[in-house]
């Protein structure tokens, strides 16, 4: 085998397990994706986004999808007097590989977040082979009130972190569900244990201030126990 | 503290002696009220001084849009920055904050530019991580900011100024101070200057014309003690070689030999780059098909390597 393929075989290995844990991330945010399009083997992402020489072409690595019914379920907000048919919070979801291999600056950020809101997505995903620049992060919080951004290093979702066996499950409460835990634990909001934004389970599960989140662990003597924490 | 509960008890035991210290009484308990704020101030003026501090003591960062303006300067690609461009730049960089000034390097150097504004050129592209510099040991990613050590200079000097800045007071406000690093003289007319005075020189050179001004009479001395020396010479050894020496023509004055980058000069020895491992001076590379040196089979052997790659 040649040294350059061998370079290409590398990075088409690097970036077919990062389009995969991509997949699983969103599927488990409860966006609806086929059985298929998570567990795509590397030979078939070979054959599809590779260019003749077997480098891999990020430009084409780009998907959507929309939420499942439980997921808009659980994301509607409870109905008031005033709003009898409340909007739910969230939306067709966009993911795009970024080819661009130097460093990331404004513009490119700019550009996905144009795309973005152009096409009336909800969220949208950038993932990354570098850093981005310290403004680009910038243009990236201070379009969040529209669409949600979030951006992610290729290294980083080489591997899926909540399969290790060390990380317990997480799920999201709804609005409703956190209402009732407060009430039946008689807490304020300020009360329950703290889980910060820029956590990676956080960040993998695109957790935003306020919700909170149930921590199930396998307990030895209780079987279950069950935590919660509260996103700052 | 006296509790309900131990009243009760008293009543019906002997009170239990205590294995506690004895505590002196505390004062009565006082109904909530507001802690006192530390500074003398209550919570809704400590809001107002802070919602002042927020809008008027702070600076507010610069908006996106200065940085793309910035980042897309110069407009022209000439060497000498346009006065428009100058003035841009000056006018917004007064605002800067250092580590947003930074910023707008990285922001250049995102877009394959170099880091200081009124640059046109790309950055330059220096491989490996680390780099022998003038001063030292440099890290590449710093040096590849720039296109040039020169650019460098200029662009910290902006930064310098702004670290510590000189205020200077406009139209009733305090300015910080910032004025580009003024153009070396030297540097930028020297090359014209001496391109002038070679041509002046290589003139005079061809002017000279060798053999008519020689003709002093030490020289006829010398000439004379010469001849008679190669006369006696070729007595001794008996045979006799006509030598004729020429003068070359000069046609421009000998150039001192220059290194290709004055950053690459730690790299020559004698001359020989170092760096440059392997390659062949220029005038080497046309050489396989002249066949007048010792090898004797230059061609068949090319042949035979040529025959290898096609077969792998």
């Given at each position: 085998m040649d040294g350059s393929d061998n370079i290409h075989s590398k990075e088409t290995t690097r970036l077919w397990r990062a389009w995969r844990t991509i997949h699983e991330m969103v599927s488990d945010r409860g966006?609806?994706?086929?059985?298929?399009?998570?567990?795509?083997?590397?030979?078939?992402?070979?054959?599809?986004?590779?260019?003749?020489?077997?480098?891999?072409?990020?430009?084409?690595?780009q998907f959507s999808a929309r939420p499942s019914e439980s997921m808009i379920k659980k994301f509607t907000p409870p109905p008031t007097a005033s709003n009898p048919d409340p909007a739910p919070e969230c939306g067709t979801i966009w993911v795009e590989f970024c080819p661009e291999k130097g460093s990331i600056g404004i513009n490119v950020m700019k550009k996905f977040v144009e795309h973005c809101s152009n096409n009336n997505f909800k969220a949208g995903i950038l993932v990354t082979a570098v850093a981005l620049s310290s403004q680009a992060r910038k243009v990236m919080t201070v379009t969040s009130q529209y669409t949600l951004i979030e951006c992610f290093l290729e290294e980083d979702l080489l591997v899926n972190i909540t399969h290790h066996e060390l990380v317990p499950k997480h799920v999201l409460l709804s609005r409703e569900e956190k209402n009732a835990l407060l009430k039946r634990y008689r807490l304020k909001e300020t009360q329950l244990p703290r889980i910060l934004n820029k956590d990676p389970i956080a960040r993998y599960l695109g957790l935003k201030r306020g919700q909170v989140v149930k921590i199930i662990r396998t307990s030895e003597t209780a079987g279950r126990y069950a935590s919660y924490r509260l996103c700052v | 503290m006296s509790n309900p509960t131990a009243d009760i008890i008293t009543e019906r035991r002997p009170t239990p002696k205590s294995i506690l210290k004895k505590?002196?009484?505390?004062?009565?308990?006082t109904p909530f009220t507001e802690p006192e704020p530390i500074t003398g101030l209550t919570p809704s003026q400590a809001t107002r001084i802070l919602q002042l501090a927020r809008t008027e003591l702070i600076k507010p960062s610069i908006p996106l849009s200065t940085f793309e303006l910035l980042s897309s300067?110069?407009?022209?690609?000439s060497s000498a920055p346009s006065s428009f461009d100058v003035s841009t730049f000056l006018s917004q960089i007064k605002d800067f904050s250092p580590s947003e000034y930074l910023d707008l390097i990285e922001e250049r150097n995102c877009l394959n530019k170099c880091g200081y504004t009124l640059c046109p050129n790309p950055k330059r592209n220096i491989p490996g991580e680390f780099k022998i510099h003038k001063r030292g040991v440099a890290k590449t990613a710093d040096l590849n900011k720039w296109c040039s050590d020169r650019c460098a200079v200029k662009a910290l000097y902006i930064k310098v100024q702004l670290d510590n800045p000189t205020y200077v007071w406009k139209q009733g406000q305090m300015v910080v101070k910032v004025e580009l690093k003024e153009e070396e003289e030297t540097q930028t007319t020297t090359p014209a200057k001496s391109a002038g005075e070679e041509e002046k020189l290589s003139k005079d050179m061809t002017k000279l014309d060798l053999n008519k001004n020689n003709k002093t009479d030490e020289e006829k001395k010398v000439r004379q003690m010469v001849g008679a020396l190669a006369i006696e010479r070729n007595r001794m050894s008996g045979t006799k070689v006509e030598v004729n020496i020429?003068?070359?023509?000069?046609?421009?004055?000998?150039?001192?030999?220059?290194?290709?980058?004055?950053?690459?000069?730690?790299?020559?020895?004698?001359?020989?780059?170092?760096?440059?491992?392997?390659?062949?001076?220029?005038?080497?590379?046309?050489?396989?098909?002249?066949?007048?040196?010792?090898?004797?089979?230059?061609?068949?052997?090319?042949?035979?390597?040529?025959?290898?790659?096609?077969?792998?």
């Amino acid at each position: 085998m040649d040294g350059s393929d061998n370079i290409h075989s590398k990075e088409t290995t690097r970036l077919w397990r990062a389009w995969r844990t991509i997949h699983e991330m969103v599927s488990d945010r409860g966006y609806e994706l086929a059985e298929e399009e998570i567990k795509m083997s590397l030979d078939d992402f070979r054959a599809k986004f590779c260019n003749g020489d077997g480098s891999p072409d990020r430009g084409r690595m780009q998907f959507s999808a929309r939420p499942s019914e439980s997921m808009i379920k659980k994301f509607t907000p409870p109905p008031t007097a005033s709003n009898p048919d409340p909007a739910p919070e969230c939306g067709t979801i966009w993911v795009e590989f970024c080819p661009e291999k130097g460093s990331i600056g404004i513009n490119v950020m700019k550009k996905f977040v144009e795309h973005c809101s152009n096409n009336n997505f909800k969220a949208g995903i950038l993932v990354t082979a570098v850093a981005l620049s310290s403004q680009a992060r910038k243009v990236m919080t201070v379009t969040s009130q529209y669409t949600l951004i979030e951006c992610f290093l290729e290294e980083d979702l080489l591997v899926n972190i909540t399969h290790h066996e060390l990380v317990p499950k997480h799920v999201l409460l709804s609005r409703e569900e956190k209402n009732a835990l407060l009430k039946r634990y008689r807490l304020k909001e300020t009360q329950l244990p703290r889980i910060l934004n820029k956590d990676p389970i956080a960040r993998y599960l695109g957790l935003k201030r306020g919700q909170v989140v149930k921590i199930i662990r396998t307990s030895e003597t209780a079987g279950r126990y069950a935590s919660y924490r509260l996103c700052v | 503290m006296s509790n309900p509960t131990a009243d009760i008890i008293t009543e019906r035991r002997p009170t239990p002696k205590s294995i506690l210290k004895k505590r002196p009484p505390s004062p009565p308990s006082t109904p909530f009220t507001e802690p006192e704020p530390i500074t003398g101030l209550t919570p809704s003026q400590a809001t107002r001084i802070l919602q002042l501090a927020r809008t008027e003591l702070i600076k507010p960062s610069i908006p996106l849009s200065t940085f793309e303006l910035l980042s897309s300067l110069p407009q022209e690609s000439s060497s000498a920055p346009s006065s428009f461009d100058v003035s841009t730049f000056l006018s917004q960089i007064k605002d800067f904050s250092p580590s947003e000034y930074l910023d707008l390097i990285e922001e250049r150097n995102c877009l394959n530019k170099c880091g200081y504004t009124l640059c046109p050129n790309p950055k330059r592209n220096i491989p490996g991580e680390f780099k022998i510099h003038k001063r030292g040991v440099a890290k590449t990613a710093d040096l590849n900011k720039w296109c040039s050590d020169r650019c460098a200079v200029k662009a910290l000097y902006i930064k310098v100024q702004l670290d510590n800045p000189t205020y200077v007071w406009k139209q009733g406000q305090m300015v910080v101070k910032v004025e580009l690093k003024e153009e070396e003289e030297t540097q930028t007319t020297t090359p014209a200057k001496s391109a002038g005075e070679e041509e002046k020189l290589s003139k005079d050179m061809t002017k000279l014309d060798l053999n008519k001004n020689n003709k002093t009479d030490e020289e006829k001395k010398v000439r004379q003690m010469v001849g008679a020396l190669a006369i006696e010479r070729n007595r001794m050894s008996g045979t006799k070689v006509e030598v004729n020496i020429k003068e070359k023509e000069t046609t421009q004055v000998a150039q001192a030999p220059t290194a290709v980058k004055p950053e690459d000069a730690h790299l020559i020895v004698e001359g020989y780059n170092s760096a440059s491992k392997g390659k062949k001076p220029a005038r080497d590379e046309d050489d396989s098909d002249d066949d007048d040196d010792d090898d004797p089979f230059p061609t068949v052997r090319l042949e035979v390597i040529n025959m290898g790659k096609s077969q792998s």
